[in-house]
């Protein structure tokens, strides 16, 4: 059986880094009837401290980021446009607002739909990736290339946190 990432794994990397290796690690969801969804992470987005203004916790500490100020390893959602539970993992260590997107797998593209696919809600808000019995990642191997380049959707956040190349995606033959 694979082994699955442990909270060292999410704290001993700062998000762009973590961004870049969670690419082919496989996301597992269990559901309530016994259903799993098990999928290679494809594509996922850098999000990096106070400074980052494309990041949530660039507004400081409040009840939507406290989860982010926290210690990696935990699950982190939030509610787009009244309908989509977007999947982030909080990486770093306490005091250091930091979150990575996943915005891809096999089997799905984009993170709404990622969103929908999982059943997320807001109840895997602060879900502990290391205990939780409904959602996990695993260590697997990565095959296939890597590209990066800027975030999508953070045009808001000026020039130079919206050009980062904090967007990476897995290519496979």
């Given at each position: ?29 269990r ?57 982030n ?40 990736l ?44």
């Amino acid at each position: 059986m694979p082994a699955r990432l442990c909270k060292s794994y999410f704290q001993e990397k700062n998000a762009p880094e973590l961004a870049r290796k969670l690419l082919g690690k496989t996301l597992v969801r269990r559901f309530p009837d016994g259903r799993e969804i098990r999928s290679k992470i494809t594509e996922t987005e850098a999000y990096f401290g106070t400074d980052d203004e494309a990041s949530h916790a660039s507004k400081g500490r409040t009840a939507r980021t406290d989860l982010m100020f926290g210690d990696g390893g935990r699950v982190y959602v939030y509610l787009i446009y009244g309908k989509y539970w977007l999947l982030n993992i909080v990486t770093g260590r306490a005091h250091t607002p930091e979150a990575v997107l996943i915005r891809g797998l096999e089997t799905v593209s984009g993170p709404g739909r990622l969103g929908n696919l999982l059943e997320l809600d807001k109840s895997f808000y602060g879900e502990d990736l290391e205990t939780s019995e409904r959602i996990w990642l695993e260590d697997s191997a990565l095959e296939g290339e890597i590209i990066s380049g800027p975030r999508v959707g953070v045009d808001y956040a000026g020039e130079e946190w919206r050009l980062k190349p904090w967007r990476f995606t897995l290519i496979t033959k």
